[in-house]
């Protein structure tokens, strides 16, 4: 009884646990599963409680494994012990990959297929560049412009292909220069030449225009007409330089009524002119031809002691003559040699009495020869030597005063040219002039000789100038050899705007009769103001003061001088 009764008694506490199993696994998964769906019923989303396949909040196996702390079914958590691949024995690799920076069409030295560039339907392609040096297509993708601009598809003034550029196989054009004067005249074509003119009308007052020891002021007025001619040709040069002008004063400067002489003309109206022709012929590209015509008419200078006592007007004088050379580069070493020839002739003088007085021997005939070699050291500098031999010829044997005033003469003087970046550009010599006598009587005509021209850009508005000048000038004063000029002038431009220019130059040098004991000097002060209206319209104003100051008593003078003007160019 015993047996059979214990093996009940097992089978029902066996039944009675597998019973609170049972219970205790159900209440287990009706909890889960709380747990699961309610997160899902606050959720906005209508169709939250059902997840897509292809949600990447969906949870995987790796997530599930994970969420249930089975770490050896992760697969991110696999391996951490192991240790790391060893690097000894293998080839280090240091920089940049080959061809990195080749972008999508620089060079790539693996020979590597290029990404060919993708374009919208009916977008225009562009052409492949022409060669090496070219700038890549553009970029596909680069701002595409949606519209076209008012100004590009406006009505515009048709012109020739040729200016526009549209000429199949045309060259690109040369971009033009910047226009460094904005108020400068334009000009006109003729054929070949590019011309341009320009009259200018001015008036003033001078508080001594004779330039006597005594002042007597006058109003004047000035005309002076320009004219400028320049060839546009491919070889070969020809240039065309004519400047005038004409001062008339409003007053006369009779005698004195004391019956004495009068230093100064009665009318002291008096004309000017410069003007040249240079031309060059070119033969081969290191041989020149050049030559040069030139003409010079003016009258002695107000005060000069040339000038005869009791005139009616001044006298005037015509200087012409010609320079005919040849210039040849050999390599750096140019080479330039010419021939000249020139004819200076007086009129006769008018007097007050109505008589008239002649000038035959100031006239003279002056031949001569000039040579110059330079070497282009360096780009900017150019080192020179020139010298230059002459003899004059008068028409008469004797002068005035019993004097032959035949002679030869000439000069020798070394400089260089030079051009650092364009801020300093010119020409500076410096030498020795001379000139001997057929009258022994008349001592060697010498001194020192300088020549230069520098102009110095210190800012794009302010530019100043240097230039300086010797010259040999004949004199008819008793025992005089002539006169050693040296003037030196120094001018500061500004422009305060473009239409604006305000000019100050301040003039100074010496006059020295050898033979004689007269000494000059003379100074000049003067400022310019120019407002430009238009390119054919400028107005000008000047204020300048002259002083002559000589060492010999009663010849010293002063004047100031006030004028404006208006400049008509083309």
Same mark, same amino acid.
């Given at each position: ?20 199993c ?43 494994g994970t969420?249930?702390?089975?770490a ?19 080839i280090?690799?240091y ?16 020979n ?24 890549p ?27 526009a ?6 060259p ?6 910047? &226009?460094? &004067?904005p ?15 320009a009259?200018e ?19 004047f ?18 240039v ?8 008339g ?15 100064a ?19 081969t ?14 009258? #002695?200078?107000?005060g ?14 015509a ?22 020839? #020139?004819?200076?002739a007086?009129t006769d ?19 001569g ?36 005033r ?24 410096v ?31 302010t ?5 300086? &000048?010797t010259?040999?000038?004949?004199t ?26 305000? $000019? ?14 007269r ?10 103001? $120019?407002?430009?209206?238009?390119r054919? $319209? ?33």
């Amino acid at each position: 009884m015993a047996g059979p009764a214990r093996v009940r008694g097992l089978c029902a506490l066996s039944l009675r646990a597998a019973l609170s199993c049972l219970v205790l696994i159900a209440l287990g998964g009706t909890r889960a599963h709380a747990q699961t769906v309610t997160s899902d019923l606050f959720s906005p989303t209508r169709s939250s409680q059902i997840t897509s396949a292809d949600s990447p909040l969906r949870r995987t196996t790796a997530d599930a494994g994970t969420q249930t702390g089975d770490a050896g079914s992760d697969t991110r958590l696999r391996g951490q012990d192991a240790p790391a691949p060893s690097r000894i024995g293998q080839i280090p690799r240091y920089g940049n990959a080959a061809a990195s920076g080749a972008s999508d069409w620089g060079y790539d030295s693996l020979n590597r297929k290029r990404r060919q560039t993708k374009y919208y339907p009916g977008q225009a392609k562009p052409k492949p560049p022409v060669g090496p040096g070219n700038p890549p297509p553009p970029l596909a993708s680069a701002t595409l412009r949606l519209s076209v601009p008012p100004s590009q598809s406006a009505n515009k003034t048709p012109i020739a292909p040729a200016m526009a550029g549209t000429v199949v196989g045309q060259p690109l054009r040369k971009r033009l220069k910047v &226009d460094d &004067d904005p108020f400068g005249a334009v000009g006109d074509y003729a054929g070949a030449f590019l011309i341009k003119s320009a009259l200018e009308l001015s008036a003033g007052y001078d508080t001594n225009p004779a330039r006597t020891a005594v002042p007597r002021g006058s109003p004047f007025y000035v005309v002076a007409p320009e004219f400028l001619a320049v060839s546009d040709w491919e070889r070969h040069a020809l240039v065309a330089d004519l400047r005038g002008s004409f001062t008339g004063y409003g007053n006369t400067f009779p005698p004195p009524a004391d019956g004495t002489v009068s230093p100064a003309p009665v009318n002291i109206d008096r004309p000017n002119f410069t003007g040249h022709v240079d031309g060059r012929l070119d033969v081969t590209n290191d041989t020149r031809l050049l030559a040069q015509t030139r003409l010079q008419v003016a009258t #002695d200078n107000p005060g000069s002691p040339n000038i005869q006592a009791g005139l009616a007007r001044y006298p005037v004088y015509a200087s012409f003559g010609g320079t005919f050379g040849v210039d040849h580069n050999f390599n750096r070493l140019q080479i330039s040699a010419g021939a000249t020839v #020139d004819r200076t002739a007086y009129t006769d003088s008018k007097l007050t009495d109505g008589t008239f007085s002649s000038n035959d021997d100031r006239n003279f005939n002056q031949f001569g020869g000039i040579g110059r070699v330079s070497y282009d050291l360096m780009p900017g500098l150019k080192p020179f030597m020139e010298v230059e031999g002459d003899s004059r010829v008068h028409d008469l044997r004797l002068d005035r005063n019993g004097y032959a005033r035949d002679s030869s003469g000439g000069y020798i003087k070394g400089g260089t040219s030079f051009e650092f970046s364009r801020l300093l550009i010119g020409e500076i010599g410096v030498g020795y002039a001379a000139r001997d006598y057929v009258d022994p009587r008349l001592n060697r005509l010498e001194g020192l000789l300088v020549s230069s021209s520098l102009t110095w850009t210190v800012t794009p508005l302010t530019t100043a100038k240097f230039n300086s &000048d010797t010259a040999i000038s004949e004199t008819t004063l008793p025992g005089t050899s002539g006169v050693l000029t040296h003037t030196y002038t120094v001018e500061v431009d500004h422009d305060f705007r473009r239409w604006l220019t305000g $000019i100050g130059r301040f003039t100074w040098g010496s006059l020295d009769y050898q033979g004689d004991s007269r000494h000059d000097k003379f100074y000049s002060l003067s400022g310019d103001v $120019i407002y430009k209206m238009s390119r054919n $319209i400028w107005l000008k104003g000047t204020l300048r003061r002259d002083w002559l100051d000589s060492n010999l008593p009663g010849n010293s003078t002063a004047s100031t001088v006030v004028m404006l003007g208006v400049r008509l160019q083309n």
